[in-house]
């Protein structure tokens, strides 16, 4: 292979790897409560105990709850946030965060997401155990916030 095609071939893979954009998703919490402490977990991995953590890729089923010493493993007897971050492929497949207090969830305390950096403004907040923003039973579907957007971050505030 002549040295100008190989520089042509190297040249071509550089720019087709430099134009693929990493997927990537920020959580961020905010405890106002003044005790507790944020949980963020997947998979049975908890990926935050209230610091910002980043990821590489799509953050899928993830939960987070404010763990007060009342909390189950997974947040069960608490507030509980889902949320799955990650790109659309096709309409509708984006990103979803909600709030549920279906037990054995159970209202706790004060919470409450935001998208940011997409769909800015996007989200919910639950202020006592019977808000219309939480699931309190699996049909209710339309308590979702959808954002559509690449690389959408979620901030999680409890006790606002």
Do not use: W
Not at 32 to 60: D, H, M, Q, R, Y
Not at 66 to 75: H, K, P
Not at 106 to 123: L, W
């Amino acid at each position: 292979m002549s040295a100008s095609r190989v520089f042509t071939a190297l040249l071509v893979s550089v720019l087709a790897f430099a134009g693929v954009q990493a997927e990537t998703h920020t959580v961020s919490f905010t405890n106002n409560c003044g005790f507790g402490t944020p949980l963020l977990k997947a998979g049975g991995t908890t990926f935050s105990t209230g610091g910002t953590v980043t990821f590489e890729g799509p953050l899928i089923s993830a939960i987070a709850f404010l763990q007060t010493g009342g909390c189950g493993d997974n947040g069960e007897g608490c507030t509980l946030i889902e949320t799955t971050l990650k790109n659309p492929t096709t309409p509708g497949s984006g990103s979803s965060t909600d709030i549920s207090l279906i037990p054995p969830h159970a209202f706790s305390v004060t919470s409450g997401f935001g998208y940011f950096g997409q769909c800015n403004g996007a989200g919910a907040d639950c202020t006592f155990s019977g808000c219309s923003t939480a699931f309190h039973q699996p049909g209710d579907t339309g308590v979702q916030v959808a954002c559509q957007s690449d690389d959408v971050n979620l901030a999680i505030t409890f006790c606002d």
